[in-house]
């Protein structure tokens, strides 16, 4: 299912399409139970912009998937910052 953005993902001037990059090419991806909104499970993803992109390029990406079929949403977009460049660090996956 193809998922919907909202205004607030474009605050930072992240471009959809390179949001939708960094989705589909993460390099990390966790659960985020204490930030769930809305009935829904938020879902953290770091990735690069697109496939030029330096590694210090990174991406940070928030949706909130339901499991009641709606579609997900893409809510949050910016460069990669101190707080999930932290949440990355100290949980580490194999």
């Given at each position: 299912?193809?998922?919907?953005?909202?205004?607030?993902?474009?605050k930072?001037?992240?471009?959809?399409?390179?949001?939708?990059?960094a989705?589909?090419?993460?390099?990390?991806v966790?659960?985020?139970?204490?930030?769930?909104?809305?009935?829904?499970e938020?879902?953290?993803?770091?990735?690069?912009?697109?496939?030029?992109?330096?590694?210090?390029?990174?991406?940070?990406?928030?949706?909130?998937?339901?499991?009641?079929?709606?579609?997900a949403?893409?809510?949050?977009?910016?460069?990669l910052?101190?707080?999930?460049?932290r949440?990355?660090?100290?949980?580490?996956h194999d």
């Amino acid at each position: 299912m193809t998922p919907k953005w909202t205004a607030s993902s474009d605050k930072h001037g992240v471009a959809r399409p390179d949001q939708a990059y960094a989705i589909a090419h993460r390099t990390y991806v966790d659960h985020l139970p204490q930030e769930s909104i809305d009935d829904g499970e938020v879902w953290l993803f770091i990735g690069p912009r697109h496939a030029q992109a330096l590694p210090e390029d990174e991406i940070e990406v928030l949706v909130n998937v339901y499991s009641d079929g709606r579609p997900a949403r893409i809510f949050h977009a910016m460069p990669l910052g101190p707080k999930f460049r932290r949440h990355r660090e100290e949980n580490p996956h194999d």
